[in-house]
């Protein structure tokens, strides 16, 4: 039997890092949900060939202190929460203080970051070795830039699609951050080509409009219901407009974007008998609900959480959708012939 010894943090930082991130989406993800929480208004994302050479993001939130840089780097460090009661109120999207070490195991990291505007630090990780941290000229914020993702792990490299899957995967996860925080101002940019600019004025429909394009913005209607324990708001399209799949649901559950099936089944439902077989509308639904009944300790990326009450909450949803619908008087758009 070969001897049992326990990992390098190294190796079990890359081992780590296999749950959380998948690919260049799921650095953005992290990354952005970082600014979130870190109360920024304006973030800004630049990524070169898809994000697999090159990720910065931008925010102008809270920074981090020159005596804390890097401490956020380690494994299972976190500011968001620190008792078991925390772990059941959790209120920020971050709370694992997984990722900036999972990201730092598997690609080179530069982080830049100020709690004013006089001075910043800078910190370099590269192969999950600690650079000396500088002092340098700063505006508040945190700027991060990772490169050559998955460099030190080849295996995991291999499993990235063309570009331009990457690409979709990435626009479609900043299109629903961007839309779940519609006072945030948001850019993306591929190469110096601008994929999204959203405007962080607060108007979801202005930014679905940013996101979606004026045309199909237009076509929406507002959606809202509240029962005693959840609240929702939105925006569905009108049952003219539609798509070749459930890719343009949004969901939001207190602004953490998530896959519910039920949910999106019970949004469907809301249309009746008034979508083509086959197609399906778009829009984005803000439910609101006590931390309690949300458990969003269930998976690593958080893409799936545990929701009590879930029938209720599906029994609303269809309600705030098939009320916004019915409220339009909608005469079926079949075409006659004359
Ligand atoms: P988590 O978000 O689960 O706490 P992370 O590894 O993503 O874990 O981040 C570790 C810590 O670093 C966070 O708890 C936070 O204090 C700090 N941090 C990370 N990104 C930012 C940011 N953009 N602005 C301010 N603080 C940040
Ligand atoms: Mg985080």
Redesign the pocket.
Known sequence: MAQIQKLTPTLSNQIAAGEVIERPASVVK??V???L??N?SQIDIQIKDAGVTQIT?A?N????ASD?VEL??LPH????INSTQDLFNVK???????????IAAVAKVRII?SIDAKSGTQLEIIGGEFQAPMTVAATK??I?TVEDLFYNTPVRLKYIKTLNTELKQVVDIVNRLALGHAKVAFTLTNEKKTLIRTSGNGDVQQAMAGIYGRKTAADLVACQAQDADFTIKGYTSLPKQTRANRNYLSLLVNGRYINNYQLSQAWLAGYGSKLMVGRYPLGVLQITAAPLLVDVNVHPTKREVRLSKEQQLAALVEQAVSQALESLNLIPDVPVDL
């Open positions: 992290e990354l949900e970082n600014a929480d870190a920024a993001v925010d939130g809270t920074g981090i804390q956020a780097f460090a976190t500011s968001k920020t999207l971050g709370f694992r203080g997984e990722a900036l070490a999972s970051t914020g945190t991060i």
